[in-house]
Nanobody, 114 residues
Framework: QVQPVESGGNLVQAGGSLRLSCAAS??????MEWYRQAPGKQRELVAT???????NLVDSVKGRFAISRDNAKNTMYLQMNSLKPEDTAVYYC??????????WGQGTQVTVSS
C-alpha cells in the first residue's frame, strides 16, 4: 500500500498562515483526515472530510482552519490561519477506503513561534 504524502509544514510566526497538502496515490478514499501530535501529547484528530465534501473540525481550530479536498487530484488540504504556538505539532494525513483500509502519511512539522 502506498502511503499518502504530506507537505507544506514550516516554521511560522504566531498569527501567520500555512497550507498543508496530502497527496494520495489512489482515488477510493472515502474519508481523509488531519491529525496532529505535539511533543509529549497524544495524537489528536483535527479535521475530517468525506468524499462528498462533508467536513468537521475540532473546536480548537474552528474559525481558523479549513479542510478541503480536490478529488480530481486525490489531494486534501488544510488551510491554517491565525496560527498559535499551541498549534505546533507534527501533522499527519490519514486516509480510509470504503473497505476500512487506513493509511497514514509520514507527517509534516508545523512550528509556530511566539
Amino acid at each position: 500500500q502506498v502511503q499518502p504524502v504530506e507537505s507544506g509544514g514550516n516554521l511560522v510566526q504566531a498569527g501567520g498562515s500555512l497550507r498543508l497538502s496530502c497527496a494520495a496515490s489512489r482515488s477510493d478514499f472515502t474519508a481523509m483526515e488531519w491529525y496532529r501530535q505535539a511533543p509529549g501529547k497524544q495524537r489528536e484528530l483535527v479535521a475530517t472530510i468525506t468524499s462528498s465534501g462533508r467536513t468537521n473540525l475540532v473546536d480548537s481550530v474552528k474559525g481558523r482552519f479549513a479542510i478541503s479536498r480536490d478529488n480530481a487530484k486525490n489531494t486534501m488540504y488544510l488551510q491554517m490561519n491565525s496560527l498559535k504556538p499551541e498549534d505546533t505539532a507534527v501533522y499527519y494525513c490519514y486516509a480510509v477506503t470504503g473497505r476500512g483500509l487506513g493509511l497514514w502519511g509520514q507527517g509534516t512539522q508545523v512550528t509556530v513561534s511566539s
